[in-house]
């Protein structure tokens, strides 16, 4: 799965945050729901405009971002 298919970065939306296409739920709005506990169907449920593809585009967005960031140690005096 590709996740460009379903999430989108748009400046006029949610101040450019990134979005899951034809909404105004933020990504980080959905990572932020599974850490808290909510399962998939709960999210699905309360969220009807939400599928699961759109959850697993949500995740993979998240790790792709986290595996191209870069970490520079800092010296400390």
């Known amino acids: 799965m590709n996740w460009r ?5 748009d400046p006029k939306v949610l101040v450019g945050k990134p979005i899951i296409k034809g909404t105004r ?10 850490a808290q506990g909510w399962s ?5 449920r309360n969220y009807p405009g939400l ?3 759109d959850i ?6 998240a ?3 986290l595996q191209s960031e870069k970490v520079y140690p800092v010296k400390v005096a």
């Open 5 to 9: 298919d379903r999430i989108t970065i």
């Open 25 to 34: 739920i933020a990504v980080e709005f959905v990572i932020n729901l599974l």
């Open 40 to 44: 998939e169907s709960e999210i699905v």
């Open 51 to 53: 599928t699961h593809e």
């Open 56 to 61: 697993l585009a949500c995740l993979k967005y």
């Open 63 to 65: 790790g792709e971002t």
